[in-house]
């Protein structure tokens, strides 16, 4: 079964971090994108940081840029999402999800995985 996994949400206080990961099972990452999004309840999803499949492009929504960074590990099947300076907004469950090679396109993202519990609180 082809899947992403996420794991690192948890509670955390306001400027502190957290890195989440999403793994993939089944299928190996090295020929896809991968984007982290978040979705509060009763909200829209929204779109956090994307990475190309060879990690030569990122891009970031303007929320979280300067405060997030996403990586990826091709050899390990992982990509990273290290968040820095956590406010109570970026409170959410965050996904990650494939796409062929690149962020950019019309082709959905596919592959999503359960989503990891976020939550920034003093």
């Known amino acids: 079964q082809l899947q992403l996994v996420e794991s690192g949400g948890g509670l955390e206080q306001p400027g502190g971090s957290l890195r989440l990961s999403c793994v993939a099972s089944g299928f190996s990452l090295d020929t896809y994108a991968i984007g982290w999004f978040r979705q509060v309840p009763g909200k829209e999803r929204e779109g956090v940081a994307c990475?190309?499949?060879?990690?030569?492009?990122?891009n970031y929504d303007e929320s979280v840029r300067g405060r997030f960074t996403i990586s990826r590990d091709n050899a390990k099947n992982t990509v990273y999402l290290q968040m820095n300076s956590l406010k109570p907004e970026d409170t959410a469950i965050y996904y990650c999800a494939s796409r062929n090679r690149y962020c950019s396109g019309s082709v959905p993202f596919e592959h999503w995985g359960q989503g990891t519990q976020v939550t920034v609180s003093s």
């Open positions: 990475i190309s499949y060879s990690g030569a492009a990122t």
